[in-house]
């Protein structure tokens, strides 16, 4: 397995732009997570979800990000519009268990830059 | 709010020099998680330690847990240079529905 598939690696876009953020999960895991990731806060949870229906998106900082799940392998993180205080890592991680005991596996993750 | 805090912030060693770790969090748990990050990649995770556990090994990594004090360590036997990266805990608390909480991470540098 190719592992946790995160794309873009790097976007940079203008304020107000919309940005959209994918993941490709591994095959068979039923949960998976978005987290974004900067110095200030460190990791956060944004949302996530199970057998592709949303659990706990209290991590979403405003109506500004959303986030779906339309099939087992495929998940976005929306940005609508896009602001500099967005800037940050965006990971994207997997599990098969919501308590496994090997942990989740993460993506390489998104950095994105909002100018 | 950060459930996990590490301690150091930072840490330099000399390889074949020992790097402990530490992590300290606020309520009950489930399990305590280790995770390492190379620049600019992502989080892999390292071991996990449940609530009725004290100790576990893994190679050269050995983590103990104290629930009584809420803390855990992490310790790295015979350091290399390749271990080089950010060490964060996180925790899977009882009030948590799951939930991976994540500390600020400890960057741990190995001098050759």
Redo the contacts between chains.
């Keep these: 397995d190719a592992g946790?598939i995160q794309s873009p690696r790097h976007e940079v876009t203008e304020m107000g732009q919309e940005v959209t953020l994918r993941c490709k999960p591994i095959s068979g895991h039923d949960y998976l997570?978005w987290?974004r990731q900067t110095m200030m806060r460190?990791?956060e949870?944004l949302i996530?979800f199970n057998n592709n229906v949303p659990?706990?998106d209290s991590g979403m900082p405003e109506d500004r990000f959303s986030a779906k799940m339309p099939n087992a392998s495929f998940s976005t993180l929306k940005i609508q519009p896009s602001e500099p205080r967005d800037s940050a890592v965006y990971?994207c991680?997997s599990s098969p268990l919501?308590?496994g005991?090997?942990?989740?596996?993460?993506?390489?993750?998104t950095r994105l830059t909002v100018v | 709010s950060q459930q996990g805090e590490e301690d150091p912030q930072a840490l330099s060693i000399q390889e074949g020099e020992n790097a402990t770790m530490n992590c300290s969090y606020k309520t009950s748990i489930n399990n305590l998680q280790w995770y390492r990050q190379n620049s600019g990649r992502g989080l892999v995770h390292l071991i996990l330690i449940r609530s009725n556990e004290r100790e576990k090994h893994s190679g050269r990594l050995r983590v103990t847990l104290d629930t009584s004090k809420k803390s855990s360590s992490l310790l790295i036997t015979a350091s290399r240079a390749a271990d080089t990266a950010s060490y964060f805990c996180a925790t899977d608390a009882i009030n948590q529905g799951g939930k991976l909480i994540f500390g600020q991470g400890t960057e741990l540098s190995v001098k050759p």
């Design positions: 946790v997570f987290y460190g990791l949870l996530y659990i706990d990971f991680a919501l308590r005991p090997y942990g989740y596996t993460f993506g390489s993750g």
